[in-house]
């Protein structure tokens, strides 16, 4: 038998590193996936295959004994292992068409397909199992993640954090993500938030607080259907991570360089690399090319409403 999962990966449209210091932030899934198919194996071991390598343990294996990018899936072999008899060992491989490394979701991605993938061999789990399963896989990696990132890829469309609610909509985005090809830093990213709020609490309280009123006016837009104030507060968003200091002359290029096609721009995630995402018009997408350099990756993006789904196959 093989089954096969897959998950979209993500993006942050609103609030990111505002949203630790007590603001909220708006995710939403994307439609470039994840896919893991798992089937059984005969030879007592775990066997992982992805883009960025494979391994092969044995099924005694402990996950933390193992490269931490292929933590998450000896994590949940053995997990499911464990919990079943007769199982002889297990083959995982992982496809993606989310870029590593730049704040898409793919490692959260990952944990949710695989979690899927693996536990359809045995049970049929709920998405809310899915989801458990998921987000301590993604701890073996990110011990402090706070779930939000799988929750997305889980079940897809938008969510508001941290109250991990669903916002229900019809909202029809058309989103440019452009890739800086500079691999993102959170840790560094961070660190220069927490310095910028050291240096001047009282103008980065003044920020956070003009950050929850965004929000609230983006989710009145969004309930509007007012896609022209959305990508207003996008730009109007950028404006404030350009304030504490978690963009690039690399980025702000890009950002300078899609002014003519844009709705609005901004980073998304840690910033400092990574991507950039943009509102334009579907008929404006064939201008990219000639405005980006050369050297960027590119591609456009729409809202997956799907969140992880997954199949059987017997063979």
């Known amino acids: 038998m093989k089954s096969i999962a897959s998950a979209p990966g993500k993006i942050i449209l609103f609030g990111e590193h505002f949203v630790v210091h007590g603001t909220k932030a ?11 198919t798992s089937t059984f194996a005969e030879n007592k071991t775990i066997k992982v295959n992805s883009q960025l390598g494979t391994i092969e343990v044995p099924i005694s294996s402990s996950h933390e004994e193992v490269k931490s990018e292929f933590r998450p899936f000896v994590y949940l072999a053995n997990k499911i292992i464990n919990s079943e008899q007769n199982v002889s060992g297990l083959e995982i491989t992982i496809d993606s ?12 991605a990952c944990c949710v397909a695989a979690a899927a993938s693996i536990s359809e061999l045995f049970n049929e789990l709920s998405s809310e199992e899915i989801l458990k399963m998921s987000i301590e ?9 706070s779930g939000a990132d799988c929750t997305v890829c889980t079940y897809g469309g938008m969510i508001e954090y941290p109250s ?15 890739n800086s090809m500079i691999p993102h830093n959170t840790k560094n990213s961070v660190e220069k938030v927490n310095k910028f709020k050291e240096n001047d609490e009282e103008r980065f309280s003044q920020l956070c607080d003009l950050e929850t009123k965004l929000i609230d006016e983006v989710i009145t837009a969004m309930k509007n259907n007012d896609v022209t104030t959305f ?4 730009s109007e968003n950028q404006k404030y991570l350009e304030e504490i ?3 690039n002359d690399t980025l702000r290029d890009m950002i300078n360089s899609l002014k003519e096609i844009s709705l609005g721009t901004k980073i998304t995630g840690a910033g400092d690399g990574g991507c950039i995402i943009t509102l334009v018009k579907d008929e404006n ?12 990756e590119y591609f456009s993006a729409k809202i997956d409403t799907k969140g ?5 196959i017997e063979e």
């Open 26 to 36: 708006i995710l939403a899934a994307i439609d470039k996936r994840v896919t893991v």
């Open 285 to 296: 997408m064939d201008k990219v090319p000639a405005l980006l350099p050369k050297d960027k």
């Open 308 to 312: 992880v789904v997954w199949s059987t």
């Open 97 to 108: 068409d989310i870029p590593i490394g730049v704040g898409l979701g793919s490692s959260s």
């Open 245 to 247: 200091q978690i963009s």
């Open 137 to 145: 896989a993604e701890k073996t990696i990110f011990p402090d993640t």
């Open 231 to 234: 990508g207003l507060k996008m």
């Open 164 to 178: 991990v609610e669903k916002i229900d909509n019809t909202f029809d985005l058309n989103l440019l993500i452009a």
